[in-house]
């Protein structure tokens, strides 16, 4: 089984930044004209220009073919949110089964070193954090081609066209949590309604209610 998770808006204190020329933590945000003034740092897209022709999104992967070698102090994907959920899916399921569905770098591996970022899905969201639907972004997929294996979604309806999208060439069958009174749109995946009362971040609750048998795919 293969589970796939949204990411958070709260980010580990202690996780490192992708550095500009001069020094300066480049925080990742979705439009970073309309981003607050600062001194401390400067504001990119993840797809926008950083050295020479390349961008900050192959710059990152090719930062993370050498693992080992992390001077920006950059976290794993599952520990640099700071909900404990991904790390207890990690536990269970093993780092190489364990997905993150981000609003800046698309589907990523819970390995994969991962700078601090500010863009999210969520309406409630500084305008200049929000990923909009025309926006254009070169999202990574790290989904494995030949797997037929289960595919299980913990997200919010924000995230869920963004993860039929990435994965709709997964060969196994995607299984979506939802808890909504009425089904939302995923075309080719089979729907399953979590019953709860809570609006906000839901998906940790099924998550947990995944990982303690209460619920089964």
Known sequence: MKIVIQCAAKKHPDA?????????????VADPENAPASDEFR????????????TWRELLLEY??????N?????????LYM???YGALVNAYGRGNIYILSAGWGLIGAEFLTPKYDITFSPSADLY???????????????????DEELVFFGGKGYLPLF?????DYRGKRIVFYNSNTEPKA????????????????????????????IKA
């Not at 993370?64 to 070698?69: A, E, K, L, M, V």
């Open 16 to 28: 490192g930044y992708m550095m500009a020329k001069d020094g300066k933590c480049i925080v990742f």
């Open 43 to 54: 504001f990119a897209r993840p797809d926008d220009i950083a050295v020479g022709e390349k």
């Open 64 to 69: 993370n073919q050498q693992p080992d070698n």
């Open 71 to 79: 001077p920006l102090h950059l976290f794993p994907a599952y520990q």
């Open 83 to 85: 909900n404990g959920t």
């Open 129 to 147: 954090k929000r990923r909009k639907k025309r926006d254009q972004y070169n999202d990574y997929c790290m989904l494995p081609k030949d797997c």
């Open 164 to 168: 039929c999208e990435l994965s709709k």
């Open 187 to 214: 075309e080719g995946c089979n729907l399953i309604r979590f019953e709860t009362t809570t609006r906000t971040n839901w998906h940790y609750g099924c998550a947990k209610a995944f990982l303690k048998g209460d």
